[in-house]
């Protein structure tokens, strides 16, 4: 008796525990399959912000010149031309929005605003349904807030930087064209200015200069290489939208 007694002891307490579990288990699904079905249905909304956004770019990429004029007009120095007012991408990339055609990217594109760059990985994935599409609509609602669109066009080339790991060496990046700044209201051309980048001569990596073609140690190689080419290009991008005030500063302490 006194067996049985100390099994039920035992026993009871094992299945209130196991009763409990399968309880919480059954509203553990039931709470995954709710959150589940209000992913999916915001990723739905999402699709419904970036199917729309994508119409008002294709209509904005008709007011986009095809080519620069090849006369240079400063931008106002009125204007605050602050990084965070604007987004940029190449000429290629806008025309994207009015194809529908977006070709498979491996890589950021190092001349292309964040925001862009997030749209067109995604939309260059086969299948909706891979896109980050929480991702995809904080870039458009960042991209809503600029007040202008710089394009660029490549009329002289374009060329990503090259990198031996083995070696250490690396073929100078550049690109050499125009910038044209359209209002991101109206489309209205505000100002086209030449537009030239390259590599640095020489690129520090973890304390030691690297030179083109030169064969020296060092790490990360590539992606320095590429940041170098970066920082240099969006360098010579706000130089060109500053022309007309640094020409003004100058002419001033004349």
Known sequence: MKRYFLLALILIPLGFITHTILVFSTLGKKAREQITVKQKEQQAKDRESIAAYQKKMAEFVKKIPDSPTMVEKSCPSSLP????????ADIDFFKQFSSGNYPKEERKIWYR???????????????????????????IRSLEQKSYFIVFYPTGGIAWPVADEATKSFRTGYFSGWQIVLDASTGERLCETVLKAANSETVRLRRVRVARFLRVGGGNFQKRIEDNL??????????????????GNHDSSN
Request: proline share 4%; aromatic share 12%; net charge neutral.
């Open 81 to 88: 031309w602050r990084p965070a007012s604007y987004a940029a």
């Open 113 to 139: 605003s964040e925001e862009f760059n997030t749209l067109g990985k995604n939309l260059s994935l086969a299948k909706p349904e891979e896109w980050d599409t929480e991702k995809m609509v904080k870039a």
């Open 230 to 247: 970066s920082d240099n290009f969006w360098k010579a991008v706000q130089e060109g939208l500053n022309k007309d005030k640094m020409k």
